[in-house]
């Protein structure tokens, strides 16, 4: 084969090659049409049967589960996300929705200047006997907050939230609120699943205490086992000879002296725990 | 030397049968009558004045420390010092020992002092492994320490204030009563160990010994142990014994006179060791000089010297347990383990709280430490013990009043140069986190780890103090007697 012959060859391998690729373009970009038209003529992807939607208004949407009557609610008073990241987030809450409302609140105001008091209030006011989670973004003091009751309160305990506060608090701090609420969502749906969620700072900080702990605590345990242990006047007495008579006993009365002081208006002490629910928070 | 009647071997005393043993031909006697035999002419001396009643005995004296220990056997050498852990064949020479009034003899055996020892070594889980080899252990040396045992008699009235508290509106009534009455109590062998170069805090230790088991001393007790010297003088804790009877007579007219029940008693504010109170008569009468038995083990280890005490009465032990610094980091590394698994467990600390309790712990070690120093600095002072006190004396004014004595160097207790920045940074690190949590409220996470992780070090650098300390502590420094033989390069 002579040196033109071999450049023919590769003009065809190239020809060959062309068309393909030129065919397998076009396939692909068929499939994408056709995806995004199935796309839009089917059902919002949240939307499955069970869940209607309630009441939508610029910040507010509320969808029922048919079934259970459990809600979901976001309440965006603070205006964080666009309507369609607030589409996006329901699908994330609806998974954590199996044993109870889920609520997505953010506030620019918070009368209480304490996240937790105002979850507790508003949790209370939206659903004040049914399990449910919610997650506060307070624009206010600067805090995201977790707040969970009922059957939710088991799983949900502080110390998990703490850990998803931790996980996502730089979103928040960030800007990224949309990205913020959705990974609370899906790490909240992971717990709800039994699964393991990721707490790295959580091992270090445990194993850097316990060994400052370890190292603290045998410390007393080799001065509590070296400490000499000095008698009881008890026993210094049983070891020495000794006798003891007490005759005529006589109180005299002297005087009498008065102090003023007044009685303590006596405030009652701390209620006990209302029982089932928790709470878990960061600032951002 | 006690003579065998029989053999003429050396007779040694046995705490097991409590009789004078030859270990040669077998034959045992009753110590007591031992010594009037052997002793007859000696007993018709003492009995005409107190100055003569004495006793012939060897004193060994350590080239090293100058540390003195009597024995009643003339055909033996010391070949180590207890005092001081040197292994020297002591100074010995013949005198004349005071004879002291009383004595409770060795009713535990070496093996039985072992045993007490292992006993409490084995709790030790830190104690370097050559505290517990045959060879420290087999040091035991039965030493009579000597005390003083004080007889305290009470009698006369008595003139205590009680009172009675009463609430009326917003008033409190309080009845002021005198109560009174006769006592008549006495308290006998308030005991008191008489040497300086046995630490009051070993002595307290050991206590109590029963001294209802005490006997008229006899020579013959002595054979097969040594004494130590009485160097400390009566008088020392003459009020400290008169003070103790005092209050627990103000406890029992407390607890045993139902007509007082309802009141409570004002006590009179005092340390213990400033005499009785004034209530009532509480005094010393006499002061009876007694030896006590101790098994003393003493381990030399560079410059530092333990001491392992056991009493010869009732097994009681009192020990210096250093520590090994590897084991302790070993066991260190599995209790952190398993404090790690029930961390993990049931706790998850926001990244505030790891700050402030790694902030606490460290300020902990930095407390610990400077407690340490405090009782190192009283413990080489002999601060805390009236013994030594009373031997090394007061330094006087020329008022004749007690003057401050200058700050005695004490380089056991002294912080070096990074121990003093360790502390310096840790006082700083504390002051930033605080103002971290309570002030600049910081939102991210990573400072307070980073300040974790200083805190962390700053802790493990100070840690490494307090396990210096604590085996300075555990420890003691070589003795120097004042007395013949003491040799200060020792």
Known sequence: MTGREVMTVRKVDFIKNHIFVKAMSFIMAAGMVMLLMGGLTAVPVWADDSYTVEQEEDDYVLCKNRDSGYEILIDDSADLFTESEENDLIPYMINCSDGGFVMLVTIADNKYNDAYDFCHSYYRSMIPEESGIMFLIDMDTRELRFYSEGSYHRQLTADVMNIISDNIYKMAHNGDYHACAREAFVEVADVLEGKKIAAPMKFVSNACLAILLALIINYFIARGVSKAVKPSNNEILKSIYSTFEFRNPKVTFLNQTKTYSPRSSGSGGGGGGGGGHSSGGHSF | ?490
């Open chain 2, 1 to 490: 030397m006690i003579v065998c009647p029989s053999c003429g071997a050396n007779l040694k005393f046995d705490p097991q049968k409590q009789r004078m043993l030859c270990e040669f031909c077998g034959s045992d006697f009753d110590p007591k009558e031992f010594d009037v035999k052997a002793d007859a002419q000696e007993q018709q001396i003492t009995e005409q004045t107190e100055e003569l009643d004495t006793y012939d005995v060897t004193v060994f004296t350590c080239p090293q420390c100058g540390g003195e220990l009597m024995s009643v056997d003339n055909n033996t050498a010391a070949a180590f010092c207890s005092f001081c852990g040197a292994s020297t064949i002591l100074n010995s020479r013949i005198s004349k020992g005071k004879r002291p009034e009383f004595i409770i003899p060795f009713s535990k055996t070496k093996e039985d002092c072992k045993e007490a020892y292992l006993k409490i070594v084995r709790r030790a889980l830190f104690i370097p492994r050559e505290y517990k080899s045959k060879e420290c252990i087999d040091g035991f040396r039965g030493i009579y320490m000597p005390y003083w045992s004080y007889d305290v008699k009470q009698s006369g009235p008595v003139g205590l204030k009680g009172k009675t508290e009463s609430r009326s509106g917003d008033y409190i009534i309080t009845k002021h009563y005198r109560l009174s009455g006769e006592i008549d109590a006495t308290y006998e062998g308030l005991s008191y160990d008489a040497s300086s170069s046995f630490s009051d805090s070993i002595s307290e230790a050991l206590a109590p010994y029963d001294v209802k088991q005490r006997v008229p001393f006899e020579p013959s007790f002595m054979s097969g142990f040594y004494a130590d010297i009485a160097d400390v003088d009566k008088s020392i804790y003459s009020k400290e014994a008169s003070g103790f009877a005092y209050d627990r007579s103000v406890e029992r007219i407390k607890s045993e006179t139902p007509e007082f029940r309802k009141y409570t008693i004002e006590d009179e504010s005092r340390p213990a060791d400033k005499g009785p109170g004034t209530a009532f008569s509480s005094r010393t009468m006499k002061g009876h000089s007694s030896m006590f038995p101790v098994w003393f083990m003493s381990y030399r280890n560079g410059d530092r010297i333990t001491y392992a005490t056991v009493n010869g009465q009732t097994g009681k032990v009192a020990a210096d347990l250093p520590i090994d610094i590897k084991k302790y980091l070993l066991f260190s590394g599995v209790l952190a383990l398993i404090i790690f698994a029930i961390l993990n467990t049931f706790l998850v600390l926001t990244p505030k709280a790891v700050l402030i309790a790694a902030s606490i712990l460290t300020i902990a070690v930095f407390v610990i430490n400077a407690v340490q120093r405090s009782t190192i600095k009283k413990a080489v002072t002999g601060e805390d013990d009236k013994g030594i006190q009373s031997v090394k004396g007061t330094p006087q004014n020329a008022a004749g009043g007690k003057k401050k004595a200058p700050e005695p160097d004490i380089p056991e207790a002294k912080m070096n140069s990074l121990e003093k920045i360790t502390l310096f940074c840790g006082i700083g690190s504390v002051a930033i986190a605080a103002l971290m949590i309570f002030f600049l409220h910081v939102v991210h996470d990573m400072p307070y780890y980073v300040m974790c992780i200083l805190d962390a070090i700053l802790f493990a650098l100070s840690f490494r103090f307090t396990l210096k300390n604590y085996n300075i502590m555990a420890t003691r420094r070589l003795p120097q007697f004042d007395r013949k033989g003491g040799d200060d390069r020792a």
